[in-house]
């Protein structure tokens, strides 16, 4: 099957996914989880509509554009208000598409923040720090249909301050939790990370 | 329902607490991390604001927001009410209850008042009490044709598609096109009619629950037929409490007269904005968050329960069976529109005007004095002052589910769309990124009267990456208003 990225004719198999064939930056998408088309910064343009790259199969003839100077705009933007509102210090992979993006976070003056949020050490092996979470939910995901069927992690609230939690918001050891740590694995800002390498 | 649904069961135990909050999970057959996700998002659940509340709606916006404030101990958000506006609501842990002229009207006894409604096709010239008085104005008629096979399903969708009916809701999708696909689906197919109307400055859907039942009704049979659907939801906003008594009852009295081919049923709306969205709404009916799907697969494919679904909004089904009475070129002649008229204007109420009536001649018939703009649509809408605009579907500007909210010299509009983005960061659900954060960014910029043109634009293309309408349509109000500034 052939279709065109930025002017170029690629060939690619029945079923691949765009993200396959463009180069375009991911937050939420993980080969393991089913999280997808969530953080929006895969978006490209195909055939002139907005679509996610990780969720969207290549067709035969397909046009897609993955640098238009709106969808520069996107990215760098979504990049910024992430910046701006929660701690990505340990996300270093992030601050280099900011800075290759050019983005200001502090264009945007004040906003409401998830910074600042309490870290929750409530079991021996890993944090929950939800200053960092930019909500992906590959974690919940991971616990639940995605890898382990555990379903030991739930969603909390909506909007700005939505971030995942446990049932009923118990302690971790009070959930049906197993410690796997693919949580851990999946999160990509170290929102959960172990404690054996907090000092 | 295919199996127990959570939200029911929830409701069924409120208030609740963690162990109610566990067998609801264990009798829907979920885990209990997507019960909790449940109760940590509805607001029924999380907890209700108590107390006196002030509808926080573009009418009220515009009336000294502020000072009418002070006399509430919180808000609420839009309920169809702003032909009233302003208006107080008192929540107490037993009862909701409406301030209505002097009184307090619990919601399972306000209906909007019927002298607001004027038309002829769509709204009912007296108010209809019961079945008797559906048939005495020529209803059931289609209904009885289909069923004696004068009619066939077959014949319905062509009738729908020579008259061009496009979706109400505001998406203005062709409904012939969503009846076809899922006609062609394989059984069991659904029909949901989406009765969850809570885009601010509209109130059409909430009269003509309140006060047309059958119409509503039978339209949304026909689409049942039309398709072979097997079952029917009304999936109406918890919060009309006597519409959904009122559909309760009509329900009932079709089913003793074996006048209901098939299941009809009402499902209480999760109580958000968010939750008109097709795919929220079906996921809210699953059990879940109301959280928008991507798409595709469409409903019409892969809509409840995985099921081909048809889900259409009241008015267009409202249509159907005026539609099949008058016939597709004569309802097409004068195709009817409900309008929403409300803020400065002498009559505020629901309009039904033929599609097309420019917007000066709307206002004149709401007996508008002095308008300095208008907000076309609602929250997802535009303000304007073209009063020349045609209120048709595909033009210059998005007529949304048709509501004007007019507006005096003296309005501050910037404290109108402070309203807006407020509500839009209110209702944003949170699972994609550009939506939450876009509009949190968005109430702090309105907030402080930015005018930069650049943030704007970078605020537009950002919010227009969102995964559904409710963030696509963010900013549309927001850019308007400078573009109407920019204009005087």
Not at chain 2, 292 to 308: A, C, D, S
Not at chain 2, 419 to 447: D, I, N, W, Y
Request: hydrophobic share 40%.
């Amino acid at each position: 099957m052939r279709l065109r990225v930025d002017g170029q004719e690629v060939e690619t198999k029945e079923g691949a996914l765009l993200l396959e064939v463009a180069r375009v930056p991911t937050l939420c998408h993980h080969p393991q989880t089913e999280t997808r088309g969530l953080c929006r910064l895969c978006l490209v343009e195909a055939n002139g509509r907005l679509v996610p790259a990780c969720a969207t199969e290549a067709r035969e003839g397909l046009e897609v554009r993955t640098e238009t100077e709106e969808l520069r705009a996107l990215r760098k933007t979504l990049l910024e208000w992430l910046f701006l509102t929660t701690d990505l210090s340990l996300a270093p992979e992030l601050r280099t598409l900011l800075e290759e993006y050019g983005g200001e976070p502090e264009r945007w003056g004040e906003v409401p923040r998830r910074k600042g949020r309490e870290a929750l050490r409530d079991n021996p092996f890993f944090l929950r720090d939800y200053a960092r979470c930019v909500n992906c939910r590959r974690c919940v995901d991971a616990c639940g249909d995605g890898i382990m069927g555990v379903y030991a992690l739930a969603m909390e609230g909506r909007g700005l301050l939505a971030h995942p939690t446990t049932p009923l918001d118990r302690p971790l050891p009070e959930t049906p939790c197993v410690f796997c740590g693919n949580c851990v694995q999946v999160c990509p800002t170290g929102a959960l990370r172990p404690l054996s390498l907090e000092v | 329902m295919e199996k127990p649904s959570l939200l029911p069961l929830l409701d069924a135990r409120l208030p609740l607490t963690e162990a109610k909050v566990a067998e609801a999970a264990r009798l829907a057959g979920v885990p209990l991390a997507q019960a909790w996700g449940v109760v940590r998002y509805y607001p029924r659940y999380r907890g209700l604001p108590q107390g006196r509340l002030l509808v926080d709606d573009p009418v009220a916006r515009a009336r000294g927001f502020e000072a009418l404030l002070r006399e509430a101990e919180g808000t609420y958000p839009p309920l169809g009410l702003e032909a009233l506006a302003p208006v107080y609501l008192r929540f107490t842990p037993e009862e909701r209850y409406v301030e209505w002229q002097g009184q307090l009207v619990p919601f399972s006894e306000f209906r909007l008042p019927f002298a607001l409604g004027k038309g002829g096709r769509l709204l009912p010239p007296e108010p209809i009490l019961d079945l008797e008085g559906y048939r005495a104005l020529g209803g059931l008629e289609a209904l009885k044709r289909l069923g004696q096979g004068l009619l066939t399903p077959e014949g319905v969708v062509r009738a729908v598609e020579e008259a061009g009916l496009l979706g109400r809701g505001g998406a203005a999708f062709p409904t012939h096109l969503k009846l076809r696909a899922v006609a062609q689906g394989q059984p069991p197919k659904y029909v949901v009619v989406n009765a969850d109307e809570s885009e601010p400055g509209n109130f059409k859907d909430r009269f003509l629950l309140e006060h047309h039942p059958f119409l509503v009704l039978e339209g949304a049979l026909l689409a049942a037929l039309a398709v072979g659907a097997e079952r029917v939801y009304l999936y109406v906003r918890e919060e009309f409490q006597a519409a959904i008594l009122g559909l309760e009852a009509a329900i009932g009295e079709l089913r003793e007269a074996g006048l209901l081919p098939l299941p009809v049923e009402v499902f209480p709306s999760g109580g958000l904005y968010i939750c008109g969205e097709e795919t929220a709404l079906l996921e809210s009916m699953e059990g879940r968050r109301a959280e928008p799907r991507l798409k595709p697969p469409f409903p019409v494919e892969r809509g409840l329960w995985g099921r081909p679904t048809l889900v259409q909004n009241v008015e267009t089904l409202a249509n159907l069976p005026l539609i099949l009475r008058e016939g597709p070129a004569a309802w097409r002649q004068k195709e009817p529109k409900l309008f929403s008229i409300s803020g400065d204007v002498a009559e505020p109420g629901l309009y039904e005007l033929p599609l097309g009536t420019l917007l000066g001649e709307a206002l004149r018939r709401a007996g508008a004095a002095e308008v300095q703009a208008v907000l076309l649509g609602g929250a997802a809408g535009v303000f304007t002052r073209d009063l020349a605009f045609p209120l048709r579907y595909r033009e210059r500007l998005p007529l949304g589910a048709g509501a004007l909210v007019a507006f005096g010299p003296g309005v501050d509009l910037w404290e109108v769309l402070e309203g807006l983005a407020h509500f839009f960061r209110e209702e944003s659900c949170g699972k994609c990124f550009p939506c939450p954060l876009g509009t949190a960014v968005q109430l702090e910029m309105v907030r402080r009267r930015e005018r930069d043109p650049k943030l704007l634009a970078d605020l537009a293309a950002t919010l227009k990456g969102s995964l559904c309408g409710l963030g696509q349509s963010a900013h549309w109000a927001y850019q308007s208003l400078l573009e109407v500034e920019g204009a005087a």
